[in-house]
């Protein structure tokens, strides 16, 4: 009798404890959402979107210029991370047995382990000094370099999932393995790499650290390339720790606009994974 | 249930390998039964992965437009010497070939790998249709081999689903994701791929094993009706299917050929013990 009391009080707790915790979890994101929201709403308009920022004191103004940046230096990241992480990690499930290939993975887990301020500090000392200006270019390759481990690895562990029957299926026809890879084995993985690249273009869509040295930011827009811009991260930074009451809910708004942007990329893309890992089961 | 099968289109007319055959193969759709030329033959054949000697000095000829099954248990190296054939073999590290296959009496390991793959194809133990419509399945191998620059490739591909038996049921949607189909319907598809680039071979691993009896079934009409226009080398664990299907069987034991036969030798007086224990049930 006793020992059925203890039983049933210590399946109480534990219940009560895992289930605090899990509500704890989930409550998290939605209380930060929560929060940036109630902040940043209010400053949350159409002019958020397309105008630029006007002189300190004045209220109004947008942050269509850090948004712009943003998009202009994601995309050099994408277009520099994306095929050099792809490519290698080809190479790397096609033909990675051996010691070479071991050593390239394991360079590669170190590098996904570098912190960012560190891959800021290096395109600084490599790309900023030499142009001796900051630029969208700069910010672009900083980011592509932290794209690359996890563009390798996701492309080598979707790759290497496509069962061998169905390379086998293309050779027995007379493919050659280049052509196996290309016309069957990557279209076979195609859904799972690419949610794989967004998950990974919205980790890097909201890094600051690598981005203070390299785009640096700007108040106005930024033509081209080759000149320091506004980006989403570096604006909230500069306008949360601003004097201004003004700039610090726009900040707050910027906040939320960033956590919808990468949330609803991570979520398109988790929902991409799973219908093709279930499909490739059936 | 072998529907519309296209068995007098003249495929081995325009086949430029047909020149290097021995005695020149009759038209298809004659007599199968009385044309008794060597297609492909083994000589002494040893295999190895890695350390592991997994074919010991098999020695065997295939008939040509013949059904020849191999059987035995699991492990015992029928679909080792299957892959050696088409040389898909080659695709796994640490393996080694000694001794000959001969495809009309030309070796097949001094081929080019592409043609020898056009000329034999294969059909793998579980469907693996890759993941594209009904219609580029069938298209893949044409466009490997180039071939679609003689023929057009619809024309290709109808002829080669008709030969398959699935014509009928997936002419409407073409151009639907093969892997919507069941899996019968997935096999004859994998058949009709292969077929598509007219193989004179065809060697089938277990084709059979993922599916259930009525799709088996429309696979052993269909290998009968293939007969008479290529050669056809099946592994099966299944023996009643070896009985119904194949005119020689083979029975191979621990990567040894045991014996090797007409079927209704093999399965009424087998000449040695092992394959008569196997056959009755006795062991395997």
Same mark, same amino acid.
């Given at each position: ?166 390379? !086998? ?37 909201? !890094? ?75 | ?66 059904? *020849? ?179 020689? *069987? ?35």
């Amino acid at each position: 009798m006793k020992l059925s009391f203890r039983r049933k009080a210590v399946n109480a707790v534990m219940l009560t404890l895992t289930g605090a915790c899990t509500f704890l979890v989930a409550s998290v994101l939605l209380v930060i959402l929560g929060y940036l929201a109630w902040n940043g709403l209010a400053s949350l308009n159409l002019d958020f979107f397309t105008k630029l920022p006007v002189p300190a004191g004045e209220t109004g103004g947008g942050m269509a210029h850090a948004i712009l940046g943003s998009a202009k230096v994601l995309l050099a990241a994408m277009l520099i991370g994306v095929p050099i992480g792809f490519f290698a990690g080809v190479y790397l499930a096609e033909f990675g047995d051996g010691v070479f290939p071991g050593i390239i993975r394991y360079t590669t887990d170190l590098l996904n382990g570098v912190p960012s301020i560190v891959i800021g500090i290096f395109a600084y000392a490599l790309i900023v000094l030499p142009m001796r200006h900051p630029s969208t270019l700069a910010g672009g390759i900083a980011l592509g370099v932290m794209m690359i481990p996890i563009s390798l690895r996701t492309t080598e562990e979707f790759l290497r999932a496509v069962p061998v029957s169905l390379r !086998e299926g293309a050779m027995a026809l007379g493919a050659g393995k280049a052509r196996t890879i290309f016309t069957v084995v990557i279209p076979a993985a195609k859904s799972g790499i690419l949610s794989g690249l967004m998950l990974n273009l919205a980790r890097v869509a909201g !890094e600051t650290a690598p981005l203070l040295f390299t785009a640096f930011g700007n108040q106005f827009w930024s033509p081209g390339w080759m000149l320091a811009t506004a980006t989403l991260p570096q604006v909230i930074y500069a306008y949360a720790i601003s004097p201004y009451e003004d700039w610090r809910r726009q900040a707050w708004a910027a906040g939320f606009v960033l956590l919808v942007l990468v949330l609803s990329v991570n979520a398109v893309a988790r929902f991409a994974i799973g219908r093709t890992t279930s499909r490739g089961r059936s | 249930m072998t529907a519309k099968i296209d068995t007098m289109s003249p495929i081995r007319a325009r086949e430029p390998e047909a020149q290097n055959n021995v005695t020149p193969a009759p038209p298809p759709g004659e007599t199968p039964f009385a044309n008794s030329t060597i297609k492909l033959q083994a000589e002494h054949l040893n295999f190895y992965y890695g350390d592991f000697q997994a074919l010991h000095g098999i020695s065997l000829k295939v008939k040509e437009k013949q059904i *020849t099954a191999l059987i035995g248990p699991s492990g015992c190296g029928k679909s080792t010497f299957l892959r050696t054939i088409n040389r898909i073999s080659e695709t796994i590290r640490h393996t080694r070939v000694e001794g000959h296959i001969r495809l009309d009496g030309a070796d097949i390991l001094k081929m080019d790998v592409t043609s020898l793959r056009r000329r034999v194809g294969m059909v793998f133990q579980r469907p693996n249709p890759f993941p594209k419509s009904i219609f580029e399945n069938v298209a893949y191998g044409v466009r490997v081999n180039g071939l679609d620059k003689k023929t057009p490739l619809a024309e290709t591909v109808e002829k080669s689903l008709k030969r398959a038996a699935l014509w009928e049921e997936v002419k409407d949607k073409l151009h639907d994701s093969a892997l919507a189909l069941s899996g019968g319907q997935q096999q004859r598809l994998c058949i009709a791929r292969a077929l598509a680039v007219d193989p004179e071979v065809l060697l089938l691993d277990e084709p059979c094993s993922a599916l259930d009896p009525i799709a088996t079934a429309k696979i052993e009409d269909l290998l009968f009706a293939l007969k008479s226009q290529c050669t056809i080398v099946i592994v099966t664990h299944n023996m009643q299917q070896a009985a119904r299907t194949a005119d020689d *069987t083979g029975f191979f034991l621990l990567g040894k050929l045991i014996e090797f036969d007409r079927t209704e030798v093999m399965f009424r007086k087998p000449s040695e013990k092992q394959t008569e224990d196997y056959i009755t049930g006795r062991f395997g």
